[in-house]
């Protein structure tokens, strides 16, 4: 019975320490931009840049940024910024702006922006095309 218990705890510790693990964004030669722990974004110097507060979107002082409702992005006034179609990333006038292809990011013209690990893939499109742009 003892065996079991600690079987089942150590299922337990590491399905909670998996889950809050930080997720991380990279440019596209490799290096740290930022992470997302929980809805907080930080830079790679570990600085807040903002946060996710379910649709909406703040900078590190609280102040609003805009919000997203699952396939249009709008600023702080309301207007569109821009929308997500299936892996395109489209501006307000209806322009690629870019597209996710697995853990990918790709402007327009192809080039890498870089690679995402553990982050939605809504929440990576946020943090390079909308609001904290690299």
Same mark, same amino acid.
């Given at each position: 019975m003892k065996k079991? @218990?600690?079987f089942i705890g150590v299922i337990a510790l590491f399905l909670v320490s998996?889950? +809050?693990q930080s997720q991380y964004l990279y440019n596209a030669s490799g290096s740290t931009l930022g992470r997302i722990d929980g809805n907080? +974004?930080?830079n790679s110097s570990g600085s807040t840049l903002g946060r996710f507060d379910g649709t909406y979107i703040y900078n590190a002082s609280g102040s609003s940024l805009g919000r997203f409702d699952g396939t249009y992005v709008y600023n702080a006034s309301g207007s569109t @910024?821009?929308?997500i179609d299936g892996n395109y990333i489209y501006d307000a006038s209806g322009s690629t702006l870019g597209r996710i292809d697995g853990n990918y990011v790709y402007d327009s013209s192809g080039s890498t922006l870089g690679r995402f690990e553990g982050v939605p893939s809504d929440k990576a499109i946020l943090f390079y095309f909308f609001f904290?742009?690299?």
């Open positions: 079991w @218990l600690q998996s889950h +809050v907080y +974004v930080y @910024l821009g929308r904290f742009k690299p």
